[in-house]
T-cell receptor, first 110, second 112 residues
């Protein structure tokens, strides 16, 4: 069974601070997705990374896929209150279905 | 464009009552469909998924069941609700089992 552990589970920071969220597994994934979920809504895809070592930037968000394709990180620069939400990674491996991580809840205070 | 609908948006039910949550997808054919449950502030727990009409895979043995009577309709049911069935229920669809999933707005279920 493929498991994706995210850390930290919860992060509370002030507006303007930087942060990094990690997504780790002992399994290799062919691709990895990051979603953000706002309270009371469904998750929405932010990015998909498919190549080991790949780095993708989405405005103030930087996503990296580990060289061995077992881990990924999400870095947010100068966090804003609008970044508040639950961040979920999800990995695709072989012919199995998508596996979601345990989630990181981010609270950015003004 | 594709859209996914869930209803009802919120539901309060007594213990022991039946449940039926509905999910429909528009704008795509033969989607893979999923039911997830999410406890407050937690990650997603996959309950059921379906790759076609009448095909249901159960991930967690529980008090719930799912059916797919039509290509773009997915129903989550229970004959008798338990307190532990409370949570936020999300329906999602995808093109394949490993591609991006698109989520509905969710149903907040409270069992009293």
């Amino acid at each position: 069974t493929q498991l994706l552990e995210q850390s930290p589970q919860f992060l509370s920071i002030q507006e303007g601070e930087n942060l990094t969220v990690y997504c780790n597994s002992s399994s290799v994934f062919s691709s990895l997705q990051w979603y953000r979920q706002e309270p009371g809504e469904g998750p929405v895809l932010l990015v998909t990374v498919v190549t080991g070592g790949e780095v993708k930037k989405l405005k103030r968000l930087t996503f990296q896929f580990g060289d061995a394709r077992k881990d990924s990180s999400l870095h947010i620069t100068a966090a804003q209150p609008g970044d508040t939400g639950l961040y979920l990674c999800a990995g695709a491996g072989g012919f199995q279905k998508l596996v979601f991580g345990t989630g990181t809840r981010l609270l950015v205070s003004p | 464009s594709q859209t996914i609908h869930q209803w009802p948006a919120t539901l309060v039910q007594p213990v022991g009552s039946p449940l039926s949550l509905e999910c429909t997808v528009e704008g795509t054919s033969n989607p893979n469909l999923y039911w997830y449950r999410q406890a407050a502030g937690r990650g997603l727990q996959l309950l059921f998924y379906s790759v076609g009409i009448g095909q249901i895979s159960s991930e967690v043995p529980q008090n719930l069941s799912a059916s797919r009577p039509q290509d773009r309709q997915f129903i989550l049911s229970s004959k008798k609700l338990l307190l532990s069935d409370s949570g936020f229920y999300l329906c999602a669809w995808s093109v394949t089992l490993v591609h991006e999933q698109f989520f509905g707005p969710g149903t907040r279920l409270t069992v009293l």
